[in-house]
Nanobody
Framework: QVQLVESGGGLVQAGGSLRLSCAAS????????TGWFRQAPGKEREFVAT????????YYTDSVKGRFTISRDNAKNTVYLQMNSLKPEDTAVYYC??????????????????WGQGTQVTVSS
């Protein structure tokens, strides 16, 4: 019903920046919130940030506050994650997710109904 495609990942040195994009298509009118998650090898999927459909509400996990910014452009049906001051511990596959009933306080992956394929972010020291 909803398709999500991430892009923008890559290799960057510590202290550098990347901007991830998540393009949504299909029944996007049903989405109430979109979140970014990440998963490092051998680790569980971890919440990163959320934004409401309107873009008026955001929430971040403590480890990325002040460094990452989530935003959305409804005209393009695209959600962005601007990542600055990247650290090696940010290395992971990043996934965008959309929920029909999720809010900006929904940090559990089970709160989201649709997932992208993931994009690799690697931060070297």
């Amino acid at each position: 019903q909803v398709q999500l495609v991430e892009s923008g990942g890559g290799l960057v040195q510590a202290g550098g920046s990347l901007r991830l994009s998540c393009a949504a298509s299909g029944r996007t009118f049903s989405i109430t919130a979109t979140g970014w998650f990440r998963q490092a090898p051998g680790k569980e999927r971890e919440f990163v940030a959320t934004v409401s459909w309107s873009g008026g509400s955001t929430y971040y996990t403590d480890s990325v506050k002040g460094r990452f910014t989530i935003s959305r452009d409804n005209a393009k049906n695209t959600v962005y994650l601007q990542m600055n001051s990247l650290k090696p511990e940010d290395t992971a596959v990043y996934y965008c997710a959309a929920g029909r009933t999720a809010s900006t306080t929904s940090i559990n992956p089970g709160s989201y109904n649709y997932w992208g394929q993931g994009t690799q972010v690697t931060v070297s020291s």
